[in-house]
């Protein structure tokens, strides 16, 4: 089973752009109130778990950077400008055909898995009408998701290359416990 060794997020939550390495044996996120502790760990679970639903339970909104929103949504509001939100899971190298490969923002050959938001090409003409009104909302309706490894094959929570486990004790609770 393999190991996390880094983590990338770009546009995601309170990271605009942000990398944090891991160590083999034991980690620890100490910091402040809002410090982004809470984020890292949902990023490492929205992506390992390759589950669509529960992106879409968070919403988009949510998930997306605000900065990067408003700085879109204050300039030009083309279309080849929309942001788009990513995080990638560097994984220790086994060589695993499925997971291996160069299909990461580093463009080095390793093991990974990454979670890609992105505005979807085929609608692009859609999108950018909508951006042209003057009222214009951000168009996340118009996002995909996908799950996909440094190989660049679709990955789902169906195929497991990482055990985790994310016991999020803000939501600790008779309800919660039960599940």
Do not use: W
Request: hydrophobic share 40%; charged share 25%.
């Amino acid at each position: 089973m393999s190991t996390i060794i880094k983590l990338k997020l770009v546009n995601f939550k309170k990271f605009k752009n942000f990398e944090i390495l891991f160590d083999d044996k034991l980690n620890l996120l100490i910091g402040d109130n809002e410090a982004g502790k809470s984020s890292i760990l949902l990023g490492l679970d929205l992506a390992i778990s390759a589950s669509k639903s529960k992106v879409e339970t968070f919403g988009l909104e949510a998930l997306f950077n605000t900065e990067a929103i408003h700085t879109f949504l204050a300039g030009d509001k083309k279309y080849i400008n929309l942001p788009k939100l990513q995080i990638e899971v560097y994984l220790a190298d086994q060589h695993t055909p499925d997971l291996n490969g160069k299909n990461n923002s580093d463009k080095i050959i390793c093991d990974g898995i990454r979670l890609i938001i992105e505005p979807i090409e085929e609608l692009n003409k859609e999108i950018q009408e909508i951006l042209d009104q003057a009222d214009a909302n951000f168009p996340f309706e118009y996002y995909s998701i996908r799950f996909s490894t440094f190989a660049d094959s679709p990955y789902t929570g169906f195929r497991r290359y990482v055990k985790h486990l994310l016991i999020d004790s803000s939501l600790i609770n008779n309800e919660y416990a039960t599940r």
